[in-house]
């Protein structure tokens, strides 16, 4: 195993030396939720279940392709927009669009910021993935999208505050920390929620943890640093001001079952 790893090193030295930069990252991050805030298995997390009672949705526009929210993710984010009258939401970073369709249909105002066409060129994404750019949520007349990057805009323009945030922008540390303090200065009152995207690397324990350190350091105070939390069944965390019940399930053990119906049909050219 040892030879392989060293003819790694010499035949493929790039890759090898991206993956142990990635990982010197990650295990930066993690010491500091540990050693910092002393959570050593990553945030507490609040049953699906008791976030959305009686949970019955269905969401449409949902490509099931790499680099999209889960349907659970969206489910979350659709149901939370319900619980207010003319919901106003801000995403920040959207891709095919599908979240933002799916939340634009039961809310009030929507808006986004990300990235335009030419910063995607810049970061070096794709040709395929810049094509499929707000696919599905252009042309809705309740969206607003603004073409910039949420780390650097002037959100003062907007002369809005909101009901729900949306943070699925830059998931690397700096990114989700300036994009949390974002979040909660446009809170629009004590009753707003923030959902982060990628606390998680799979729906169960496997912290993400540059965006929980993320989130956590750009949270302004302890008292709202505590009400953070992961959330079952999902990819994501959220931010409540209000007390739940939470922690660390037991892996693997479900404690819910879920009814899906499927329907596909050919998108037009």
Same mark, same amino acid.
């Given at each position: 195993?040892?030879?392989?790893?060293?003819?790694?090193?010499?035949?493929?030295?790039?890759?090898?030396?991206?993956?142990?930069?990635?990982?010197?990252?990650?295990?930066?991050?993690?010491?500091?939720?540990?050693?910092?805030?002393?959570?050593?298995?990553?945030?507490?997390?609040?049953?699906?279940?008791?976030?959305?009672?009686?949970?019955?949705?269905?969401?449409?526009?949902?490509?099931?392709?790499?680099?999209?929210?889960?349907? +659970?993710?969206?489910? *979350? @984010? &659709?149901?939370?927009?319900?619980?207010?009258?003319?919901?106003r939401y801000l995403e920040l970073g959207t891709w095919r669009g599908e979240s933002l369709y799916n939340v634009a249909q039961v809310s009030g105002e929507c808006y986004c910021v990300s990235f335009s066409e030419e910063d995607m060129r810049s970061a070096g994404m794709g040709e395929s993935s810049i094509k499929v750019s707000r696919l599905f949520s252009k042309g809705l007349k309740n969206v607003t999208d603004i073409k910039a990057n949420s780390q650097t805009y002037d959100f003062s323009k907007l002369e809005k505050s909101f009901d729900l945030v949306f943070v699925d922008a830059d998931?690397?540390?700096?990114?989700?920390?300036?994009?949390?303090? +974002?979040?909660?200065? *446009? @809170? &629009?009152?004590?009753?707003?929620?923030?959902?982060?995207?990628?606390?998680?690397?799979?729906?169960?324990?496997?912290?993400?943890?540059?965006?929980?350190?993320?989130?956590?350091?750009?949270?302004?105070?302890?008292?709202?640093r505590k009400k953070i939390y992961r959330v079952s069944n999902t990819l994501c965390g959220v931010y409540l001001n209000r007390k739940v019940d939470a922690e660390y399930p037991e892996a693997f053990v479900p404690n819910k079952t879920f009814s899906l119906s499927l329907k596909a049909e050919k998108m037009k050219a």
């Open positions: 195993m040892l030879l392989d790893f060293v003819k790694l090193v010499f035949t493929n030295t790039g890759e090898v030396m991206k993956g142990l930069y990635n990982l010197t990252v990650e295990m930066k991050c993690k010491n500091l939720v540990v050693n910092k805030y002393g959570l050593k298995q990553g945030l507490p997390t609040v049953d699906l279940l008791e976030l959305l009672p009686g949970l019955d949705e269905t969401i449409e526009n949902y490509s099931f392709l790499e680099g999209t929210s889960r349907v +659970t993710d969206i489910v *979350l @984010l &659709k149901q939370l927009a319900k619980k207010f009258s003319s919901c998931h690397k540390y700096e990114g989700v920390k300036i994009d949390t303090q +974002t979040a909660f200065k *446009l @809170l &629009k009152n004590e009753n707003s929620i923030i959902v982060w995207h990628d606390f998680g690397r799979g729906l169960e324990g496997l912290n993400n943890w540059q965006v929980l350190a993320g989130a956590l350091d750009g949270a302004p105070s302890e008292e709202r």
